[in-house]
């Protein structure tokens, strides 16, 4: 079935602004918007279901609304970050006439500051995901621009060996020290498996199941 021709006209004309060079810095900051909200539902819905099923407890509505309210703050923050920061980095270079390299770290810095400063679980999530990258990426920049030796051996197995043990011992003698998701999963795999009753939770479920 065909469009009606006033639809038809209509997006046209949208299709028509939207090829307007003169209109791109704003039209990228609303996609900007409009790509930190999707990317933030497909990041964290299936992470908030998997870890919402698997390890808190309540009834399913209750289970829903964690899952969604997780959903929605997690997009919320990134669209809007999105927002700042490419709204800020194209108003300093309208400002100054050029990009610089301190451009999008000032902008990033205040909208880091704005969207993802209160202290909450989702908040710490993305800070201690982005904080691990980072510090991997300034290693290698480090290589490269020669403020830092590159080894002539695999430093990878050794990185390995070193955080894996201090996790562990973290969780065996400072457990609060580390963040409550990392404690859930921990306690899953190192501490539920220290107890059964049958084979029922032994091999079939974790926990047995309350005798009705």
Known sequence: MAAPPQLRALLQAVNTLLRKRRYHAVLAILKGLRNGAVYGVKIRAPHALVMTFLFRSGSLQEKLQAILKATYTHSWNLAWFVFTYKSLCALQSHVQGETHQMHPF???????????????????????????RVLFALCRLGVEKGYLPKLKWDPFPLHTAVIWGLVLWLFEYHRSTLQPSLQSSMTYLYEDSNVWHDISDFLIFNKSRPSK
């Open 106 to 132: 000032l902008a990033a810095f205040i909208g880091g500051l704005l969207l993802f400063g209160k202290n909450n679980n989702i908040n710490s999530q993305i800070n201690m995901y982005l904080t691990s």
